[in-house]
Nanobody, 124 residues
Framework: QVQLVESGGGSVQAGGSLRLSCAVF????????MGWIRQAPGKEREGVAT???????TYGDSVKGRFTVSQHNSKTTLWLQMNSLKPEDTAMYYC??????????????????WGQGTQVTVSS
C-alpha cells in the first residue's frame, strides 16, 4: 500500500550538516503521522522526530534545536534537516509512517511502514 525510500545519508565531520529525504509511494493521503527513527549498534531504537498531518512536530531531546523535520503538502516527501552534527548522531536512520490515529510523537514505537534505512556517520 505504501513504500518509503530514503536517501541523503553519508559521512560528515562534526559540526556539519546533512539533509535526509524519504520518498513516499502509494496512498500517501492515508498517512497521518511520519517520523524518523535511528539505531546505533548496541543501542536501542530512538525516535528522532515526528510530524503529523497538521504539521505538528516533536523531537527527541538529544536532537532538539539541531534537527528539523518537514513534509510536502501531499505527504509524498519527508525531510530531516540535520545541523550541528555530533559523533553521537552516528546511526542508521529510518523513515516511518502510519495511518493510525494514535498520538504522533517520538514516543511512538509502532509504525505501519518503514524505509530501508540510510547510514549517517559523523566523525570527530
Amino acid at each position: 500500500q505504501v513504500q518509503l525510500v530514503e536517501s541523503g545519508g553519508g559521512s560528515v565531520q562534526a559540526g556539519g550538516s546533512l539533509r535526509l529525504s524519504c520518498a513516499v509511494f502509494g496512498y500517501a493521503a492515508s498517512i497521518s503521522c511520519m517520523g524518523w527513527i535511528r539505531q546505533a549498534p548496541g543501542k536501542e531504537r530512538e525516535g528522532v522526530a515526528t510530524i503529523n498531518s497538521d504539521e505538528f512536530t516533536t523531537y527527541g531531546d538529544s536532537v532538539k534545536g539541531r534537527f528539523t523535520v518537514s513534509q510536502h503538502n501531499s505527504k509524498t516527501t519527508l525531510w530531516l534537516q540535520m545541523n550541528s552534527l555530533k559523533p553521537e548522531d552516528t546511526a542508521m536512520y529510518y523513515c516511518a509512517a502510519t495511518s493510525w490515529s494514535t498520538a504522533c510523537t517520538t514516543a511512538r514505537t509502532g509504525w505501519t511502514y518503514w524505509g530501508q534505512g540510510t547510514q549517517v556517520t559523523v566523525s570527530s
